[in-house]
């Protein structure tokens, strides 16, 4: 069992940083493939970044990709998503999630474990 904590939304203006934090109880979380996924309303629920625990290679979706940095302190049991250059579409609330595997990072069906989420709302 995985529970998953995160941090760090809030109300930026284009062009600034934020810094999201989840924390996870549970004895296995190094075992875990750890994913940043965003839903904005009326809208599903897209990948955004993952990383995975047996290799530690990262994916990144097009959108994010040199903007957005995922990385993990797994002594702190804890995943970042280091977010540059917010722009007004990146609004939404994000969620990390937790993945036995490694096969599907990008699909969040495929995921067993959820935060509640967080706010990130990136005004023009």
């Known amino acids: 069992q995985v529970h998953l904590v995160e941090s760090g939304g809030g109300l930026v203006q284009a062009g600034d940083s934020l810094r999201l934090s989840c924390v996870a109880s549970?004895?296995?979380?190094?075992?875990?493939?750890m994913g940043w996924f965003r839903q904005a309303p009326g809208k599903e629920r897209d990948f955004v970044a993952a990383?995975?625990?047996?290799?530690?290679?990262?994916y990144y979706a097009d959108s994010v990709q040199g903007r957005f940095t995922i990385s993990r302190d797994d002594a702190k049991k804890t995943v970042y998503l280091q977010m540059n250059s917010l722009k007004p579409e990146d609004t939404a609330i994000y969620y990390c999630g937790a993945y036995r595997s490694w096969v599907t990072v990008r699909d969040p069906s495929t995921y067993d474990y959820w935060g509640q989420g967080t706010q990130v709302t990136v005004s023009s």
């Open positions: 549970g004895r296995t979380f190094s075992s875990y493939t």
């Open positions: 990383i995975v625990w047996t290799t530690g290679s990262r």
